[in-house]
């Protein structure tokens, strides 16, 4: 979830099978020094389990190594879904409640331990249908509480959530070999899924290699509660070492396939276009080996790149956006190096959150709104884009971000409007007043009303809670701050147990409903970090999932919108500005939309890279 950024296309396209990703012998170790790709995270990761994850960190790791069924054309604009351990594109029934998938046979998991012969000796692993099967149905078990479970449960799988129900009520293991008609193997390599209502976006669920990449049920049992440390999937990379909150590294799968550069960008993508003839043919992964480094103060993350000591600096810290790329043109002293920047409006959206079963803030009496209400008129967005943002950021007026269906650039909203006058006349109004002299609004009922902010001991989130404090200041309301960092952040607030929290989220497919999980009732405590619940919301939002995109639907994303805004679960701040900037040594980087995976698709110039 933050910055989640997942992360833009108008609608979806789908292309023909590749027929390019076929079985062959195991990669062949290389002649070479190995190439190294070096980033830094901001952010920590929580794991690598698919099933037990959320956060966009641990989430650009794990389709790399794990694969789903499908995958984004990494050149196409707009999105692309194509075959990646399919055959082929599935076969869809008319009423969109059947979908059929053909598994391209001779696929392997990476070697582990976990899987073995009868003689007790290490065998490889074909991949098999009954695999996807079983990833799908993790998500459904109880025993994992996975954060994507409310997501994937309004899908409707046919008889899924009963069999989860069952576990639950009769406190029994998950029953995995019990057959449901919602998710099933035909054979070894045909897979079918359907769903009890129209789902004519169900393939964007299924290409979600970070995910729903298939689960081989030897390593879950064989690693037990450890499995968040052993992913084993059929990617192109496999973890090698990881230091919680420090270090990730991961190495080059030697059994993987013999997968080939290719893609269908665009005829006027100039960029997409340069990429393909550039590379195309070429074996994937052109790395043999990634390391990423958990850095969270901006300032260190920043000068690591500028010594050479990383690769990428993704998302190049606000307060440094004047030196790097003044104007939008890469400084001088930078372009002289050869390092390139590119600027992208993101498909993410940052917001702050209140818990709606807070006895404060929650809530959708009268007053409670109003309160909320207030306090998102007085947040000063504009001066937090000049200020704290640098200018790297555009204003939001509801929960669907950039690039993505529903997405409107004219539609505007009070949400992120900054107008205190108002906002102390609805406290006024509601009886949100002093009550005993001491300066600051108390509760209607004369109880003290203090404001719990969760944070992160980053730089820019002590700018951002001084914006904060300042606002709420001026609006009368005294506010403190609860620090922890992101993860725990992030755990408290799925169990409610935080007031409000400023998080971010993107986009991992190009249909803007997703965006709206996080104000469905029955996503409480997964995408719905706010906890808000509203049945003319819920019945919209079903409305909304069986019916193809088109102007119906598209009439439905409005008045969800509005309602997002009525009510004020979150208040929506910014679609941030990214700006990514690449060492000359560095080939083939293009940011991502909805997806995560990148790493197979760059290279590296080891003669450019200055030595250390």
């Known amino acids: 979830m933050r ?21 062959t012998a195991p990669n062949t170790a290389p002649t070479t020094a190995p190439k190294v790709f070096r980033y830094a995270f901001p952010v920590a990761e929580t794991g690598f389990d698919p099933a037990q994850i959320i956060d966009i960190y641990s989430r650009t790791v794990t389709p790399h190594i794990f694969e789903g069924l499908y995958q984004y054309d990494p050149l196409a604009r707009p999105a692309r879904i194509r075959p990646l351990t399919a055959a082929g594109m599935p076969e869809v029934s008319a009423d969109f409640r059947t979908l059929t998938v053909r ?9 582990d331990p976990a899987f073995k012969g009868p003689d007790g000796r290490q065998i490889r692993r074909e991949l098999t249908a009954h695999d996807y099967v079983y990833a799908f149905k993790r998500a459904a078990d109880p025993v994992f509480k996975s954060p994507v479970w409310s997501f994937q449960e309004q899908f409707g799988f046919i008889g899924l959530a009963e069999l989860r129900k069952r576990a639950i009520d009769e406190k029994k293991p998950f029953d995995y070999d019990r057959e449901i008609e919602g998710i099933r193997a035909l054979d070894r390599h045909t897979i079918q899924f359907k769903v009890a209502q129209p789902r004519p976006r169900l393939l964007q669920l299924i290409a979600s290699s970070d995910l729903y990449g298939a689960v081989a049920r030897e390593v879950v049992e064989f690693y037990g509660d450890k499995i968040m440390e052993h992913p084993v999937g059929t990617g192109p990379f496999m973890l090698k070492q990881w230091r919680r909150s420090s270090l990730i590294v991961l190495e080059r799968n030697p059994g993987y396939r013999d997968v080939r550069y290719d893609g269908q960008p665009a005829a006027d993508d100039a960029e997409g276009q340069a990429l393909l003839a550039r590379f195309k043919g070429r074996r994937l992964p052109m790395v043999d080996r990634v390391e990423v480094s958990i850095i969270d103060e901006q300032q260190p993350r920043w000068l690591t790149f500028l010594n050479g000591r990383v690769d990428l600096a993704e998302r190049v810290p606000n307060e440094f956006i004047n030196l790097a790329m ?7 002293n930078l372009a002289q190096q050869g ?13 702050t959150l209140f818990n709606m079963d807070d006895p404060v803030v929650g809530g959708n009496a009268p007053a409670q709104v109003a309160l909320r209400r207030a306090i998102s008129l007085a947040l000063d967005v504009e001066r937090e884009i000049r200020l704290v943002r640098h200018g790297q950021a555009v204003r939001a007026d509801s929960l669907i971000s950039p690039h993505t269906v ?6 505007k909203s009070e949400n992120s409007q900054y107008d205190l006058p108002r906002a102390k006349a609805l406290l006024d109004l509601h009886g949100y007043v002093d009550k005993d002299g001491d300066g ?15 944070t992160e001991p980053d730089q820019q989130r002590r700018a951002l809670d001084e914006m904060f404090r ?15 960092k992101w993860p725990e952040n992030l755990k408290a607030a799925r169990n409610g147990k935080l007031m409000m929290w400023r998080v971010g989220s993107s986009s991992a497919s190009p249909d803007g409903q997703d965006a709206l999980a996080k104000i469905d009732s029955r996503q409480v405590g997964g995408q719905n970090l706010s906890r808000f619940k509203l049945p003319e919301l819920d019945a919209l939002y079903d409305r909304m999932s069986a019916l193809p995109d088109g102007p119906e639907r598209t009439a439905l994303l409005e008045r969800s919108k509005r309602i997002g805004v009525a009510y004020a679960p979150y208040k929506v701040h910014v679609h941030p500005v990214i700006t990514d900037m690449t060492q000359p040594w ?20 080891d003669s450019r890279r200055p030595p250390h």
């Open 3 to 23: 910055r989640l950024l997942a992360l833009a296309a108008a609608g979806l396209l789908l292309l023909p099978p590749m027929a390019h990703a076929q079985p």
């Open 470 to 484: 300042r606002d709420m200041d001026a609006l009368g309301l005294r506010s403190t701050f609860r620090h922890a």
């Open 586 to 605: 560095l080939l083939g980087f293009r940011r991502p939309l909805f997806w995560q995976e990148f790493w197979q698709y760059i290279d590296i110039d």
């Open 326 to 332: 003044p104007n939008g043109k890469v400084a001088p």
């Open 406 to 411: 529903g997405f409107d650039p004219a539609f």
């Open 440 to 454: 600051w609004r108390d509760q209607p009922d004369g109880s003290a009303l203090v404001l719990s902010m969760a």
């Open 339 to 351: 390092i390139e920047g590119r600027r992208t409006v993101a498909s993410s959206t940052f917001m």
């Open 103 to 111: 598994v391209q046979p001779g696929i392997f998991f990476a070697d």
